[in-house]
């Protein structure tokens, strides 16, 4: 069935069955993925989907259904499950459908260009990773991970009371693994680049990038246990916020869920700590004109000089903080009901170069962490995770570490940042936010090893 | 789910450009999802998850496309699209469908649709409630629980044509202990490949208790000390480290490739010799278990390894190609939104003959994990972590005072040669696994072992 007709008919029945007001969100990916090993594509898939999330006001509370089918059987199941759903709610939160809202501010998210460079053009550039990432070292034994995908997104928002927003958005992701093996060692390292336009896919320095990392680890071994300054590289760094980034969520506070509760308008980190939400980064890939429930997007700053200034709010949880949302509704999926999550959420840099960051008598570069799933309590803050890096002694990296742990509390952290460096980076994508960082110096972390 | 003649004209399209094996998989499911944030109904939300994927195989390369347009002309629209990557002629295989047998391993007795939403609510509140006036220090209480249906067809060109029905329920119990300023957390969950019979009061409330007492413990737990030495780790989800540690790395997916450090040594000792593991898709009503997996194929019980010695991989397809080698049931996938790849299902050390006693009272010094968290693996290095959710220091044979925020780090060929105790009472826990397949339910399980030495990071 077509989409329109599909939702008109959806409204007509769910007003029939006394739902108040009604919004679908819809959204339509298209997607593209292949791989390369050893000079062939051994991975290579294709995708049109589609979903729709019904959700509605039955007796004052929200009822969510959602179905990948657009038919008859569907509008009644959506209803049914949606009426079923939200009898059940017991939550006293005062929850709305919002009517259309002005001052939207639109982004550049598409480009038609990425489209047009055929498939072939990037299955060669794969290959072309992979030699030229062999023939930069002869260690290099393969590439575990030699992967181009692009990704083409439609989402669309329209209510009972006149809501009708849609946003087109693509992205070209390259992700790069290699291995690398000497005697008995080892090693793998990695390069991603997240791009609009094709140009930005350059398989020299992404090779060098992936190498590098790689063969940089050979030799590596584990440090005393013992307290060290801490120097997380951006990526790192970025990971790290990441994975704690749901303490900046408003319900978590509102639930008694986060350790930043009844931290408002005091000092939560080092001075030289800015926090930012911006949906209209320049360069960033979570731009958006409008969140999940239609609200325009905002910039919102968290932290400013170390005080924690603001949530991340929806409607829902800015109603009952009495203020407006920051924009920052979220839907996993169409499978998923509201919550919450940051756009390009980062750290500001600063002018700091990494040199300056390092430039200590003993310190510990952490460049790689694992375990961020597992090893991180972001309601107790407690984290310890199996890290890689390198060992600083008189201002200059003097080797590899690994089988180490890097361990401390969210709230710690945040206040013994001594240096904010001037090399913000996106890290891997992970959840539905993106996260940067720059270089960041913490005066003491506990670091376990032999 | 769809019939036979479009399932073959699909597989023929698949086949145009010269592919020599083709397959479809459709899936039909439903879901249904309920939390709970102090005890409040938070959000409940059900769904229809329904499409098909087609995959080719040209030699030892896969291909694959999924859609949710299951009409005729739109799949095979898409197998003639994914199809144009194969520059090759049509091989005219002939496809003959035969209706695989299957014997139902996982009977159900009672569907998910069988029960009111108001039933599974109650469900969640006896929990959490359990869990609330466990203690005063309890100060929030979550909840969540989950059901699902997912109908299965697989047909492929080899003249497969199967069903299944896996029917998968879960219930867990968060909860948060305040004390001294600090909040701590516990949690623990039932869930299996069975319907609603698998509640009654009697397990709902141990699993509201057990998540308090955890909590409750963790707040006044010391922080934990760092470096070198034993481990012993209880049983059930304590598995998580064979799952780690070597699990992964025994997936075809790495193996076949040679990125995976358990390459090249099948018929070797690589573990010692108190280990022998297990991965079991047959487990009747298993978490991971299945009456037939994603490639159509029965599940098996695999012996990976016996006594130490390296005697299996785990092998989907595609992997079988790769390695010149037999599958052994491991295709598996999160949905028709990926093509399948060699997984575990339910993964276990088996049984030893050790007592926990025995076990505890030869140990000198070191970290008694009552129960872990996830962790994650590089199956290129082994290096692989795992989170202590409840710890304790052993010291001359007992079990003391109670640690909080370790991890365990190793690389897995050297942990599995360090196990010198494993215990008599095995026992899973319900992990969600994540791959390149995505993400899918497994078992973890294990009696206690013993790991005689392994970097314990802590915060001390």
């Given at each position: 069935m077509e989409y329109q007709v599909f939702v008109d008919k959806l409204f007509e029945l769910g007003k029939k069955e006394g739902f108040s007001d009604m919004e679908v969100y819809f959204q339509e990916d298209k997607n593209f993925q292949a791989t390369v090993f050893n000079q062939e594509v051994d991975k290579f898939s294709i995708s049109e989907v589609a979903g729709l999330s019904f959700r509605g006001l039955s007796n004052g509370k929200m009822g969510y259904a959602y179905t990948e089918i657009l038919d008859d059987a569907s509008i009644d199941m959506l209803v049914r499950e949606a009426k079923a759903n939200a009898a059940a709610i017991e939550s006293e939160d005062k929850v709305d459908i919002a009517a259309p809202q002005t001052g939207y501010q639109t982004i550049?998210?598409?480009?038609?260009d990425l489209g047009l460079v055929s498939k072939a053009d990037k299955i060669e550039f794969l290959k072309k990773v992979e030699e030229e990432a062999k023939s930069l070292?002869?260690?290099?034994?393969?590439?575990s991970y030699n992967l181009f995908m692009e990704t083409e997104g439609e989402i669309r928002i329209a209510n009972t009371k006149g809501m009708n927003l849609s946003e087109k958005q693509n992205l070209g992701i390259a992700y790069i693994n290699v291995l690398a093996v000497s005697g008995e060692e080892n090693k793998t390292g990695h390069a991603l680049v997240l791009d609009?336009?094709?140009?930005?896919?350059d398989y020299k320095a992404v090779a060098k990038k992936a190498v590098e990392e790689t063969v940089s680890q050979f030799g590596a071994k584990p440090v005393a246990s013992k307290s060290y300054p801490v120097i997380l590289k951006n990526e790192c760094a970025g990971d790290l916020l990441g994975a704690f980034s749901?303490?900046?969520n408003a319900e978590n506070v509102q639930k008694d869920l986060?350790?930043?509760?009844?931290?408002?308008?005091?000092?939560?980190?080092?001075?030289l700590v800015n926090l930012i939400d911006n949906p209209?980064?320049?360069?960033?890939?979570?731009?958006?004109?409008?969140d999940a429930e239609g609200t325009p997007a905002k910039r919102t700053n968290l932290i400013e000089k170390g005080v924690l200034t603001s949530f991340l709010h929806n409607n829902k949880t800015a109603l009952k903080d009495g203020i407006e949302s920051t924009g920052n509704a979220s839907k996993g999926?169409?499978?998923?009901?509201i919550g919450i999550s940051a756009s390009n959420l980062y750290i500001e840099p600063t002018k700091t170069t990494f040199d300056e960051l390092i430039d200590l008598e003993e310190a510990m570069v952490i460049t790689s962490l694992q375990g961020l799933h597992s090893g991180l309590n972001p309601i107790s803050g407690d984290f310890s995770l199996a890290a890689n890096g390198f060992l600083v002694e008189n201002g200059k990296i003097s080797r590899a570490v690994d089988q180490i742990t890097v361990a401390g509390n969210l709230k710690d952290l945040l206040l013994n940042i001594e240096g904010v460096g001037n090399d913000l980076e996106f890290s891997l994508?992970?959840?539905s936010a993106y996260v940067a960082s720059p270089s960041l110096r913490i005066k003491s972390l506990a670091i376990a090893g032999e | 789910m769809l019939n036979e003649s479009i399932v073959k004209e699909v597989l023929q399209a698949a086949l145009s450009?010269?592919?020599d094996f083709a397959e479809i998989f459709v899936e039909d499911r439903h879901d249904n999802h309920i939390s709970m944030i102090g005890e409040k109904i938070e959000t409940s939300n059900a769904g229809r998850t329904y499409g098909a994927g087609i995959r080719i195989f040209n030699g030892n390369n896969s291909i694959y496309g999924y859609t949710n347009d299951t009409s005729r002309e739109n799949l095979i629209k898409v197998a003639k699209e994914v199809a144009t990557s194969i520059a090759g002629v049509d091989k005219n295989l002939g496809i003959d469908l035969v209706k695989k047998c299957t014997t139902v391993?996982?009977?159900?007795?009672?569907?998910?649709?069988?029960?009111s939403k108001n039933q599974k609510i109650d469900w969640l509140k006896i929990a959490a409630n359990e869990a609330k006036t466990y203690?005063?220090?309890?100060?929030q209480v979550t909840g969540r629980y989950m059901d699902y249906v997912q109908n299965i067809l697989v047909a492929n060109s080899e003249g497969v044509y199967a069903e299944d029905q896996r029917v998968r329920t879960r219930l867990n119990v968060g909860a948060v202990a305040s004390a001294n300023g600090e909040m701590q957390t516990g949690g623990q969950d039932i869930g299996a490949?069975?319907?609603?019979?698998?509640?009654?009061d009697e397990a709902l409330k141990a699993i509201g208790r057990e998540a308090a007492r955890v909590a409750t413990t963790m707040a006044h737990a010391e922080l934990c000390p760092s470096g070198k030495m034993s481990a012993v780790i209880d049983n059930g989800f304590g598995g998580v480290i064979f799952h780690e540690a070597c699990g992964h790395g025994l997936e075809a997916t790495s193996v076949a490739k040679g990125t995976?450090?358990?390459?090249?040594?099948?018929?070797?000792?690589?573990?010692?010799?108190?280990v022998t593991a297990i991965d079991d898709?047959?487990?009747?009503?298993?978490?991971?278990?299945?009456?037939?997996?994603?490639?159509g194929e029965l599940p098996t019980k695999n012996v990976l390894l016996e006594n130490g010695v390296l005697k299996s991989y785990m092998i989907d397809k595609l992997g079988a190609r790769r390695m010149n080698m037999a599958q052994t049931g491991a295709g598996r996938r999160q949905s028709y939104q990926f093509a399948p790849t060699s997984r575990m299902t339910n993964t276990y050390i088996a049984a030893g003959e050790s007592t926990h006693d025995e076990i505890i009272k030869n140990t000198e010094y070191g970290i008694y994990a009552k129960r872990m968290g996830g962790g994650s693996v590089n199956p290129a290095t082994g290096d692989f972590n795992f989170a202590v959710l409840e710890g304790y220091i052993v010291k001359d044979g007992e079990i003391k005072e109670p640690v909080r925020g370790a991890t365990l780090i190793g690389t897995g060929l050297e942990v599995i040669q360090k196990i010198d105790m494993v215990g008599n009472e095995l026992a899973h826990g319900q992990g969600m696994c994540g791959s390149s397949s995505g993400s899918i339910p497994a078992w973890v399980g294990q009696p206690m072992v013993r790991v005689s030495e392994i970097t314990v990071g802590g915060r001390k």
């Open positions: 550049d998210g598409y480009s038609q070292d002869d260690r290099v034994k393969s590439l609009r336009d094709f140009k930005a896919f749901s303490v900046f986060s350790l930043m509760k009844g931290k408002l308008a005091e000092a939560v980190a080092s001075d209209f980064m320049d360069g960033g890939y979570g731009n958006r004109s409008f999926s169409y499978k998923s009901s994508p992970s959840g | 450009t010269g592919g391993i996982n009977p159900i007795k009672i569907m998910p649709n069988e029960v203690s005063k220090e309890i100060t490949h069975l319907g609603m019979e698998i509640y009654n995976s450090v358990y390459t090249g040594k099948l018929g070797q000792k690589i573990a010692s010799d108190v898709g047959t487990i009747a009503n298993g978490w991971g278990s299945f009456n037939v997996n994603d490639e």
